[in-house]
Structures are given as structure tokens and as C-alpha cells.
């Protein structure tokens, strides 16, 4: 089974990390609850920077992210995030080698 990693990097502007974080509860959350081939969605604060959210997401089937995307709640998403942001978000895909307690990708 093929499974694709997805690792967020949203900047935000000073002060602002907790309504980014209100926005995506709004938004996302709930898509991300109801979504079964989202195995995992890990939403953080950066540690070391309070302007930092890092978010780690790793799918079953890429075509779910595609969907997301171009689902009616998405546009009004980006909206609401963007005045918050310092920039765009920072995305990078990948391709998982190996994940703990997963037969498919443990020798």
C-alpha cells in the first residue's frame, strides 16, 4: 500500500498562532476527524518560535489531499488563514520507507 507524508510549515504573524490555530479547528478539524484515509494528523506548536505551527500529515491515498482541496469549505479556509499568515505555508510532500508497527513498511 502506498501512503504519501505531508509536512506543513505555516508562519504566522506575531501574535497570531492561537486564531490560526481557532481557524483550523473551524475548518479542517472536523474534514480531518471525518476522513479515513488521513491516518495520521498531528497539529503542533513550535517549541522554539511562538510565531511557528508545524503540522504532520500522513495519508492512505494522495487523492483524498486532492480532494480536500477542491472541496466548497477550502477556499473560505484559505481566506480566513491568510490575513494570519506572515507567508505562505511552507509544504513538502513524501514518500514514507519506513513506519513503526506498519507490516507494509517494516522489514
Known amino acids: 500500500m502506498s501512503k ?4 506543513v510549515i505555516f508562519k504566522t504573524k506575531p501574535g497570531k498562532r492561537d486564531e490560526v490555530l481557532s481557524v483550523w479547528e473551524s475548518f479542517v478539524k472536523p474534514h480531518a476527524e471525518k476522513n479515513k484515509s488521513l491516518e495520521v494528523s498531528c497539529y503542533c506548536f513550535a517549541d522554539n ?3 511557528t505551527i508545524c503540522l504532520f500529515e500522513l495519508l492512505t491515498d494522495e487523492k483524498e489531499l486532492q480532494k480536500a482541496m477542491s472541496s466548497s469549505w477550502f477556499k473560505p479556509y484559505q481566506k480566513a488563514l491568510s490575513p494570519l499568515l ?3 505555508p511552507q509544504v513538502i510532500s513524501a514518500s514514507p ?3 513503526k508497527n506498519d507490516p507494509d513498511y517494516c522489514e
Not at 504519501?4 to 509536512?7: A, D, E, K, L, N
Open 4 to 7: 504519501i507524508g505531508f509536512f
Open 97 to 99: 520507507v519506513w513506519i
Open 49 to 51: 518560535d511562538p510565531n
Open 86 to 88: 506572515a507567508g505562505p
